[in-house]
């Protein structure tokens, strides 16, 4: 018996891995964060499994309930939104069951980010242009090193991905002006993924009044960055005067 936790994907609960779904099908208990996890989700439970719903129980509680399991000898199943690895506040459990001697596995999920390029069928790394992604946030009730503020970030010019932030969007804009040009491409996505999903487009000059018109406040991801103009070379991976090691003297 252990705990699991597990990535339940951006929405789309067609996103969630086999693993996963697999691992909630055979879960005895199941603890979801219900602010952000799909419901649907919950389809793959089997009737009998007891679910709570994490946005209501603080950190003491989810581990009373894991811990309860447990001493049952049942699978826990502990649903994250995206993948757990990004904002999902997992290590102070893994830590706290690791001194309780409990065993526990994490199965990945697919992040918001990911989930947003392709609803907006775009490429983060192009060549010629960048060739790294930020993940980043705004400072909110959890600090963010100076030496990670966003307009030290900026400088780099690379495609940025602002989780947790879109409630102060103008903040965010007028940081990220102190490295990106006032035109650089600004996409703002509601629920990537979900069915009611929306994409609002814009740079960083106009972008804060094109969020605030449309009323998005939270649960939306900011991404930026050049890779969203249109101009990029090649890749080289698939250019035909190129060789590698699994082209090897082909031409």
Not at 16 to 39: Q, R
Not at 160 to 166: E, K
Not at 230 to 237: D, T
Request: net charge negative; with cysteine; charged share 25%.
């Amino acid at each position: 018996m252990k705990v699991y936790f597990i990535g339940a994907g951006p929405g789309d609960p067609e996103l969630i891995t086999v693993k996963g779904a697999k691992a909630i099908e055979s879960a005895d208990v199941i603890i979801y964060a219900g602010s952000l996890v799909n419901k649907e989700i919950l389809k793959y439970a089997r009737p009998e499994a007891k679910i709570y719903n994490s946005a209501h129980m603080n950190l003491d509680e989810v581990l009373a309930v894991m811990k309860e399991g447990f001493s049952e000898g049942k699978i826990i199943a502990r649903v994250h939104t995206g993948d757990p690895s990004i904002y999902g506040a997992i290590q102070e459990q893994m830590d706290a069951l690791k001194n309780m001697n409990i065993p526990y596995e994490v199965i990945p999920g697919v992040s918001s980010f990911v989930a947003a390029a392709a609803s907006l069928k775009q490429e983060y790394t192009l060549p010629d242009v960048t060739q790294t992604v930020i993940l980043t946030r705004l400072e909110g009730r959890t600090e963010v090193p100076e030496k990670e503020r966003l307009r030290k970030l900026a400088r780099y010019r690379a495609t940025m991905c602002i989780f947790l932030s879109v409630h102060a969007i103008e903040e965010v804009a007028e940081e990220l002006k102190e490295g990106y040009p006032p035109d650089t491409p600004v996409v703002v996505i509601q629920k990537a993924s979900w069915p009611d999903e929306r994409i609002v487009r814009g740079t960083l000059d106009d972008i804060a009044g094109k969020v605030r018109e449309a009323n998005i406040t939270k649960t939306a991801l900011i991404i930026v960055g050049d890779v969203f103009r249109g101009q990029y070379a090649l890749s080289k991976l698939y250019d035909k005067n190129f060789s590698h090691g699994y082209r090897e003297g082909q031409s």
